[in-house]
């Protein structure tokens, strides 16, 4: 190590640690002067600096609440007067505030608590013999679904591709609103009633062929008891329509058929629908698209295994020629 009176050639930068500074950076003529009379011995090593100690990770806690109760997107008297501020309450606090709740009581510290919800309406159904949150789970997604369906001064007309696909598959809007109003009065007791989108995919009317045809991909009224949704049957849901009672049984009593009309003629958001669509159809062609991919990967790997199995075969051994004997 050199000595700090060494500095003035060296270029000490540091003169208080008493070293020469490995940056030569020029020091001033009082730092010069300060190291000049400070001794070979006086001159001290550095202090090497102490690294911070990282803190130990602990797992982290469960959230007590995984899933919570979503805002609405409006405030409850802004449906009025189709809706009344106290059914929104009412409908909004203590029917989807108790299914949050109660789901998150029982799937606390679960593996099904790190789930997207909507996976877990999926898994939770378990091909039609419900797991016992199922109820819950299905209905948070339902009310958040119903919910963004409606808006202050809905109604209207939808335009572009959907009402391409309205035309189509049900003649005229005015036929679509009879339909759901057909589904509406004879679902037998609580349930809800959709309009989704169908892509070849098993469901309640494709169940005997499901193989891809375009006929499958069109808009469908299906309506579902309880707590069900067209998700369990791989549809894309687009509106929904609650007819449990307490949806609408302040407002209208038991006229359900007044209720859905209503709604459709002044509470529906078509750009919702339109928008959902939308998404539902890219969701559906992404998806055919890796069907296709896998089932050429399998008929590749089918045909690599055949040719593997044939060239494996022995090799039948040429027969030795005869020699004809000389007489």
């Given amino acids: 190590m050199q000595p700090a ?21 020029k020091c001033s003529t009082s730092q010069r002067a300060h190291c000049a009379s400070t001794s ?3 001159t001290a090593e550095p202090i090497e600096p102490i690294e911070p100690i ?33 059914t929104v309450e009412y409908h909004w606090e203590r029917h989807h505030r108790g299914h949050v709740d109660s789901l998150n009581a029982i799937i606390q510290g679960t593996e099904f608590a790190e789930m997207e919800l909507e996976n877990m309406v999926l898994t939770s159904y378990n091909e039609g013999n419900p797991l ?28 572009n591709v959907l009402k391409y696909l309205i035309e189509r598959d049900f003649g005229s809007l005015d036929e679509l609103a009879k ?4 589904a509406a009065l004879t679902q037998f007791g609580s349930g809800w009633v959709w309009l989704a989108y169908k892509a070849h995919r098993l469901g309640v009317g ?8 375009k006929k499958d991909k069109r808009l469908v009224v299906v309506k579902t008891p309880n707590a069900v949704s067209p998700l369990v ?5 687009l509106l929904a329509i609650d007819v449990w009672e307490h949806a609408y049984y302040m407002d209208y009593e038991n006229r359900r058929g007044d209720y859905v009309s209503v709604f459709l003629d002044k509470l529906i958001s078509w750009d919702v629908v339109s928008d959902r669509l939308k998404n539902a159809m890219f969701r559906a062609s992404k998806r055919e698209k890796m069907e296709k991919r896998e089932m050429l990967l399998d008929k590749m790997k089918e045909a690599r295994l055949r040719v593997k199995a ?6 039948p051994k040429a027969r030795p020629k005869m020699k004809r004997r000389q007489y």
């Fill in 5 to 25: 009176t060494a500095c003035a050639s060296s270029g000490l930068t540091i003169p208080w640690l008493r070293r020469c500074s490995s940056l030569r950076v």
């Fill in 179 to 182: 339909e759901i109003q057909n």
């Fill in 54 to 86: 990282d803190p130990i990770e602990t797992d982290p806690e469960p959230d007590p609440e995984p899933f919570k109760l979503k805002p609405l997107p409006y405030p409850f008297n802004a449906l009025e007067p189709h809706m009344s501020k106290e």
């Fill in 132 to 159: 016992p949150f199922f109820v819950h789970a299905s209905q948070v997604w339902n009310h958040d679904f119903f919910w963004e369906t409606m808006k202050p001064g809905g109604g209207g007309n939808p335009s």
């Fill in 310 to 315: 044939v060239d494996l075969r022995p090799t």
């Fill in 40 to 42: 070979t011995a006086d």
């Fill in 233 to 237: 049957w791989d549809y894309y849901p």
């Fill in 206 to 213: 494709n169940d005997i062929n499901p193989r891809p045809s």
